[in-house]
């Protein structure tokens, strides 16, 4: 019986993912599965595949080692190709992997690397070079990953990815932390492990235990493949408060004292993207200078007299925000972090966009300029 188009449901083993390709020998049309066998060889040994797939098409007959497995992380899917390969290698057989899901990302890299894929959402690539090509994608996911963070690119988890483009090697989780909270990032060790491990899944980043040793090194593999997750999966700090006003002194005086403030309330203060530009691209500045801060009451008593509230001639205004990425990597002066700059700026209209452009060139020179002596 086939399942309802809404169902969204687990797959417990290996054998139910190859047991739907053989229940359902249709499923690939034109493309027909004629036949779903144990992987034996012809002199009667096991080969080190999880199934052989006979498909037909046109009178012929196209026969592949099948490598199968229960997720289907980046990191996973490239272990089920190099398997699938080295099963099949000297033998009759094109590789394939069969694996819950495969979005249109992970089927390219299929295709480019001539190794056949099928999913049970009805997503698919079936490739023999020279003889057959068959591609169809846009189903969606009826297995999704539950991983231990929702989304490790939003919101407080997008720290610990955002401390990889300030420094791409650590020698420890342990020396991650110690980066993130010198640069005000508050993260458990906890939240950084599964964090780490998902980007580790999506080959962002490499875990990689040393010999004999307890600790992980962890680095950056992809950088433009984080910056590109960070800004897609980006959502916007959650403005609670807005003040509006005039500032009658220096905009040097003002940062001061917004600095003083932070200090001895331990409170949080940083500018906005669009406020932090001319650190890092050219483009002209607004006279309104913006703040993110946690508590906009406070703020504007402690600046006193100095500031009015107003619309009319307004050159400052502060946004309370709670959300703690906002304030991570703050730099000299209140600037935000480059990281934080570019995203509040992809936000924006198309001006905005162009120098975000910039600013990302900023952050991928300083990833790829190399440092003094050993990873922290």
């Not at 049309?29 to 034996?40: A, G, I, M, N, R």
């Not at 420094?167 to 599964?194: C, N």
């Not at 910039?358 to 300029?369: L, T, W």
């Amino acid at each position: 019986m086939r399942r309802k188009e809404n169902e969204t449901r687990k797959i417990s083993r290996e054998g139910e993912i190859v047991g739907w390709l053989r229940d359902d020998p249709q499923c690939l049309q034109p493309l027909t599965v004629s036949k779903v066998c144990l992987p034996e060889s012809e002199d009667g040994h096991w080969l080190d595949l999880d199934a052989v797939v006979v498909l037909s098409w046109k009178g012929q007959e196209f026969r592949f080692g099948v490598e199968t497995k229960l997720m289907s992380t980046p990191k996973v899917i490239e272990a089920a190709i190099d398997q699938a390969r080295r099963g099949c290698q000297g033998r009759s057989l094109n590789p394939m992997i069969l694996v819950p899901y495969l979005p249109q990302s992970q089927l390219e890299v299929l295709m480019s690397r001539e190794v056949s894929g099928l999913d049970m959402c009805g997503n698919g690539v079936v490739t023999v070079p020279g003889q057959l090509l068959f591609y169809r994608t846009g189903f969606p996911n009826k297995y999704p990953h539950n991983a231990g963070i929702r989304n490790v690119y939003r919101k407080e988890s997008s720290i610990v990815a955002r401390v990889f483009l300030l420094r791409p090697s650590f020698r420890s989780l342990g020396s991650l932390l110690k980066e993130t909270d010198s640069r005000g990032g508050e993260v458990t060790l906890a939240t950084a492990s599964k964090v780490c491990s998902e980007l580790d899944n999506d080959l962002v980043i490499e875990r990689k235990r040393e010999p004999g040793g307890r600790n992980q090194r962890l680095r950056l593999l992809q950088p433009d493949k984080l910056m590109d997750r960070l800004d897609t999966h980006y959502t916007p700090p959650e403005v609670t408060k807005v003040f509006t006003g005039n500032w009658t002194l220096t905009e040097e005086r003002l940062r001061e004292e917004l600095w003083a403030w932070a200090e001895e309330t331990k409170e949080r203060v940083v500018l906005t993207g669009s406020s932090s530009i001319s650190a890092y691209a050219v483009m002209a500045r607004e006279p309104l200078q913006s703040f993110y801060c946690s508590n906009v009451e406070s703020a504007s008593k402690w600046l006193g007299e100095s500031l009015r509230q107003t619309s009319r001639f307004a050159n400052v205004q502060l946004r309370e925000t709670r959300d703690k990425f906002v304030y991570f990597d703050r730099r000299k002066d209140l600037v935000a972090s480059p990281i934080q700059v570019y995203l509040d700026l992809m936000t924006g209209d198309k001006r905005e966009q162009e120098a975000a452009e910039q600013v990302r060139r900023f952050i991928m020179d300083a990833v790829k300029q190399p440092r003094n002596g050993e990873p922290a």
